[in-house]
């Protein structure tokens, strides 16, 4: 158990309809970085919060969109969907959110979109 | 960016010893982690390497060339539990992007 918490563990929607997944991280944690991993695909980093400012974006889609809250909790939104949105996302946290930072990750959420 | 090549598949017996190489391309490094994924789970480290050499820790020893830009990942008295994905992911200085290779996928065979 990382400490990393995702809610929830599975998702199914229909396309054109929007989610929200959660994300708590490990205690004492400050940055929290969200992942897409698609079947038999890498992970693919979407963005980073560190202190509830975003700083680092990947290849995140202009229909996704993610905010990290004051108690470091973190959402990651889903608007739009697609096919092809269908995937495991993975939230992580790190202490500083530096490039050298461990990250821990949490169970992920399985979304699957009809 | 970062160019990241791991083998895709390997197998190996259980009892025996396999190392999952990665070469990689970046600028600015700073260092790099190896991480373990089982199907369908959460990815865990297991390792991150900041300067060249052998840094082991039980079974599982990872190695480090900057200049080679190459690091390998040798795992020892190879148990059933071993199957999974090892992800290779070098870091940059700039923090903008947090990349994984694409991972090696490892059979243990009994």
């Known amino acids: 158990d990382s400490g990393v918490t995702q809610t929830p563990k599975h998702l199914i929607t229909a396309t054109g309809q929007r989610v929200t997944l959660r994300c708590s991280p490990r205690?004492?944690?400050?940055?929290v970085y969200w992942y897409q991993q698609s079947l038999d695909q890498g992970l693919q980093f979407l963005i980073q919060?560190?202190?509830?400012?975003?700083?680092a974006k990947g290849n995140i889609l202009e229909r996704f969109s993610a905010q990290q809250f004051p108690d470091l909790h973190s959402e990651l939104n889903l608007s739009s969907l697609e096919l092809g949105d269908s995937a495991l996302y993975f939230c992580a946290s790190s202490v500083s959110g530096a490039t050298g930072d461990t990250q821990y990750f949490g169970p992920g959420t399985r979304l699957t979109v009809l | 960016g970062q160019n990241i090549d791991q083998p895709t598949e390997m197998t190996a017996t259980e009892g025996a010893i396999v190392q999952i190489n990665c070469t990689y391309q970046t600028s600015g490094f700073n260092g790099l982690f190896w991480y373990q994924q089982h199907a369908g789970e959460a990815p865990t480290f297991l390792s991150y390497?900041?300067?060249?050499g052998l840094e082991e820790k039980g079974r599982f020893s990872s190695f480090l060339s900057r200049s080679k830009g190459y690091s390998y990942l040798l795992l020892k008295e190879l148990q059933m539990k071993d199957s999974a994905s090892y992800l290779c992911?070098?870091?940059?200085?700039?923090?903008?992007?947090?990349?994984f290779g694409p991972g090696t996928r490892l059979s243990v065979l009994p």
């Open positions: 992911a070098p870091r940059d200085n700039y923090g903008q992007n947090f990349v």
């Open positions: 919060y560190y202190n509830g400012e975003e700083r």
């Open positions: 390497n900041v300067l060249d």
């Open positions: 205690s004492g944690d400050l940055s």
